[in-house]
């Protein structure tokens, strides 16, 4: 089978599709690496083995899994391009999803003995879950979730795989009596004993990779497929506090409700499951693991990031927020009012243009607009409610309207990260034209609630999978849950929100509001219509503000910044020996090295002594799957040697060295059991002042040193392989400011 397969590399498929590699295979298909030659770009291709080419219920099953998943549109589901048969073989055409499976990821980290963090177990798992409850709401259920067909893309990006024995509802499936589909060890009880199944079978599977993503376990082992599958239907679920009672209780509750042996006591939807999972806390202690070097004080800790207040309030601090937001401002107590026609990016999260399902329904009503497609363009939306704090500063500097929810002009004692309430619909106007914004249109709003996928709920379909208080507001974004997909919170209850421009025809004179009320209205597509002016109407009325573009804060304190846009800002974009600099769109800086034992540096002329340096560092191909090299950061580069920064993805650690010549001496290095989960995009920062040196890797300060032999220098880029043939690694982005250790704890 093997050499069958092989020999495919290098033919055509139907004149259009040219076999470059093996990607892999099974009993049924083979898939393929290949390039579309129309297009000129890489695909993944299908082929169905030729001794099922005459098969017609494989060939049945092979184009239903082909025009079904074509239907789907997903960011977390693969995508079909095309299929057909040539007069040779039967194929189907996919994207190409470069990285590598999840049970591949979990085999690494079992076999280092270590786990994935929390942080990256629920951001994947919950993305997981989001493409599940997707793929159910449009009739289509998996039977065959398991680590191998989750890909893990670029930035971390689960993509889900293999839909080839997949069930479409209300159709039926042709197999055998009595014949199990799916895979033991991923099998729900009702699919282990040949029973009707539905969707919730797929919720179960989600339950064990979950279980295993925490534990780098199964909860059911065995000898025979056979006794694998009597456990699920027959013995209950290890707890995991068994295995590791430091895991937070949430998970245990997740996991347990999600492998419930009737299906009736599972969560009923994934999306449900979703939620519960971006619930979790993920918040844990940095811990550093045998941190070794001369002189190394103690390493201070990153301060607790905490969900956004006023964008009032100074010194946002520069570096990343748990796995979702990365601030963008740094250090000092700076206040930045926009002087210029755009409003600033702080505090607001872009929303993509497309066209967006809207409404619910067939017919107008008094409370939805009938389902309707309509276009919008890129947008800016305010992630949060604005809160009391910032509505006073509006009053205090513009001598604005005072909301109905204050007594006075004082803000409610104790009520400051609240969402202001009460607001008339022209106050609610002058607060975002005094930030040079808008109100949203309906049409954006319920965009930036509902997303792409048209969900009902900012966080999915089911209404009960997010608790909100029924009898008063809460402090903007505590509810970490209530987030759309495009990170907008509260978008369901808390106070109602003025937009603009409806969709839909409302009265004359009358206005809409949209969100509900604290957990009263939870519906996005619901609209309340009134009369803006009556105070019963816009007594529970807040604001969110919009725009269509936003500028930057000012750079003052930025000494460079480069995202990789443009390709003439001076880094080298050559081949030298083992070595390939250049751009790679859309905005990515690269380095290659293609020979094992070699190590390169990319500079352009950035002479620093003292300053802070971040950038976002992600490995983009490697040849091999287990050798070993660093990347990262080198800096105060002269002709007499240069410090670098480096961590290594495959065994997790880091080092701090300083290059004479071809002398190295390490400052310090050190092992982190949970360093970067799945999440292959590291931001790496580099703290100098003197000879104090302190390194820190995705908000952990990981090392902090005395070393003065270099006192000036370039700033740049370095990758190192050891017994790796190539690494390729990309450059996302490299900001360079005045040295400050705000963001540290001391």
């Known amino acids: ?141 998996h039977r065959d979730l398991k680590p191998s067909n989750v890909m893990i893309a670029e930035k971390g990006r689960p993509i889900l795989m293999d839909f080839g024995i997949a069930k479409l509802l209300g159709q039926q499936v042709h197999t055998s009596a009595g014949t199990t589909v799916g895979t033991a060890a991923y099998m729900s009880p009702e699919q282990a004993k040949s029973e009707a199944i539905d969707h919730r079978s797929d919720i179960y599977s989600l339950g064990v990779i979950l279980y295993e993503m925490i534990t780098n376990k199964r909860p059911f082992a065995g000898e025979t497929a056979m006794s694998v599958m009597y456990k699920h ?40 499951m979703a939620a519960a999972l971006r619930a979790v806390p993920v918040d844990q202690p940095s811990q550093i693991r045998s941190a ?27 570096g990343t927020i748990g796995l979702l937001f990365v601030a963008i401002l740094a250090g000092g107590a700076y206040y930045y009012l926009n002087s210029g026609s755009l409003p600033l990016a702080v505090g607001m999260v872009p929303v993509q243009g497309g066209n967006y399902q ?35 500063q509006y009053v205090a500097e513009e001598d604005g309207e005072l909301p109905a929810s204050w007594n006075g002009a004082a803000v409610p004692a104790g009520r400051e990260e609240y969402p202001v309430a009460g607001v008339t619909l022209e106050a609610a106007e002058d607060y975002c034209d005094w930030l040079d914004k808008r109100l949203p249109t309906e049409a954006e709003w319920e965009a930036a609630a509902r997303g792409l996928e048209a969900r009902l709920y900012p966080w ?67 609209r309340l219509v009134g009369d803006p002016e009556s105070g019963s109407f816009y007594a529970n009325a807040g604001i969110r503000c919009a725009a ?91 002709e007499a040697g240069f410090y670098a920064f480096t961590i290594s993805s495959r065994t997790d650690r880091w080092q701090l060295f300083r290059q004479d010549g071809t002398e190295r001496a390490e400052l310090a290095s050190g092992s982190m059991d949970e360093m970067g989960g799945l999440i292959r995009l590291d931001r790496m920062r580099v703290d100098v002042s003197g000879a104090q040196i302190t390194v820190g890797l995705n908000g952990i300060v990981v090392a902090q040193v005395e070393d003065g032999t270099l006192t000036q220098g370039d700033v740049g880029f370095f990758v190192q392989t050891l017994d790796e043939p190539l690494a390729h690694v990309h450059f996302d982005y490299l900001v360079i400011r005045p040295y400050s250790d705000a963001g540290w704890q001391q």
């Open 1 to 141: 089978m093997a050499t069958s397969a092989n020999s495919m590399i290098g033919r055509s498929v139907n004149k259009r599709y040219r076999i470059e590699g093996l990607l892999g295979q099974g009993g049924m298909s083979a898939v393929y690496l290949a390039t579309d030659v129309n297009l000129q770009r890489q695909v993944a291709i299908k082929l169905i083995h030729s001794h099922l080419a005459h098969d017609e219920d494989f060939l049945r099953r092979f184009r239903q899994e082909a025009q079904a998943v074509a239907q789907l549109n997903h960011n977390n589901i693969y995508h079909v391009h095309d299929f057909d048969f040539d007069g040779t073989y039967y194929y189907m055409v996919m994207e190409y999803v470069r990285g590598q499976t999840l049970d591949q990821h979990l085999a690494r980290f079992a076999e280092s003995g270590r786990r994935l963090t929390i942080a990256s177990t629920v951001k994947v798992m919950a993305e997981i879950c989001d493409a599940v409850d997707y793929a159910h709401r449009r009739g289509m259920i």
């Open 233 to 272: 239907v027959n013995e209950p679920p290890p707890q995991l506090a068994e295995i590791d009672p430091t895991r937070p209780e949430a998970l245990e509750t997740i996991v347990q409700k999600a492998l419930a042996k009737r299906p009736e006591d599972r969560y009923q939807t994934a999306g449900a």
């Open 292 to 318: 070794v070097g001369p002189g190394v004080p103690p390493v201070p800790t990153p301060a607790p990031i905490k969900p956004r207040r006023s964008i009032w309030k100074a010194a946002l601090a520069l």
């Open 358 to 392: 809207l409404g619910q329904g067939a017919s107008n009503s008094e409370t939805y607009a009938a389902s309707r497609t309509v276009r919008l363009d890129d947008f800016w939306i305010d992630q949060y409610e604005v809160t009391n704090a910032d509505y006073a």
């Open 460 to 526: 999915g379909e089911d209404a009960a999978a997010v608790e909100l208080p029924r009898a008063d507001t809460y402090p903007v974004g505590n509810i970490l849950a209530n987030r759309s997909r495009n990170n907008v919170f509260d978008m369901a209850g808390n106070v109602w929100e003025w937009v603009i421009d409806p969709y839909e025809q409302v009265p004359n004179g009358e206005a809409i509001l949209r969100g509900g009320q604290y957990g009263l209205v939870r519906d996005a597509a619901y």
């Open 548 to 638: 269509d573009e936003v500028a930057d804060p000012p750079n003052a304190n930025v000494l460079y910044e480069d995202d990789f846009t443009d390709i003439n800002r001076g880094w080298p974009t050559e081949a030298q020996d083992a070595a390939l600099f250049g751009y790679h769109p859309p905005d990515f800086y690269h380095v290659e090295v293609s020979q094992p034992q070699q190590s390169v540096v990319a500079f352009r002329g950035l002479d620093e002594g003292d300053f802070t340096a971040e950038a976002d560092i992600v490995v983009d191909h490697t040849t091999s799957t287990d050798g070993d090299f660093y990347y990262g950061l080198a800096f105060r580069r002269s």
